[in-house]
């Protein structure tokens, strides 16, 4: 027991900015601190609902990021992340306003795998409401330009039921299956995709079966934060 890097590490260098949630925090959710090899700290940021951060985005709600960002920081934390990739929106107004990297968004790395994948290729993002990630959501990260393909849960009824209606009881089984339903439809449409993003923090725990069922790299939640902490330990 000893042994475990849970036992072993040093004080946490990841805080992790949560949303207000009842919905469960599987093993693989960035809210589940068994998700990482390495200590997190959390931080609920008040008011901050999905309805109002990806349906109604409240920019009235950029204070309360701030400061909860701002009481991570002086326990240490030396990065901040968020618990929701919606938050691009607001992404300049929290690195401007934090002393410390912020990684906002998963979305941020669709930079990077825009720089893996040919140029005849697009990067594939599953988000959980296509309708809601506008155009200065992707600009808020400057992904904008990029040749994008973008999918949507909100037809998905488990999954938009627990993770924007705030249901509090989750049927992985069938979460599973939308996910592999809606990664099938941007295959099908968009069969020049070569690296997938998703961008809703409830998603890495299906990462893999994406994975399998595409054969290509998947970006997610999780894939930052270990990136941000190799980067920073």
Known sequence: ???HPLCTAKKPVIGILMLETTFPRILGDIGNPETFPFPVLYKTVHGASPQKVVIEPDAGLIDGFINSGLSLVEKGIKAITTSCG??????????NALPVP?????LLQV??????IRSD???????ANKKSLTDAHLAGVGIQNYPLAIVGMEKAKEFSAVFIGGKATLDDRICQSEMLSATNQLMRTHPDVGAIVLECTNMPPYADKVRRATGLPVFDAVTMVNY????LT
């Open 86 to 95: 919606f938050l691009a929106l607001f992404h300049r107004q929290l690195i």
């Open 111 to 116: 930079h990077l795998a825009n720089s893996v």
């Open 1 to 3: 027991m000893g042994n």
């Open 121 to 127: 290729q697009k990067i594939g993002i599953i988000t």
């Open 102 to 106: 912020v990684f906002t968004s998963s």
């Open 228 to 231: 941000a902490h190799s980067l």
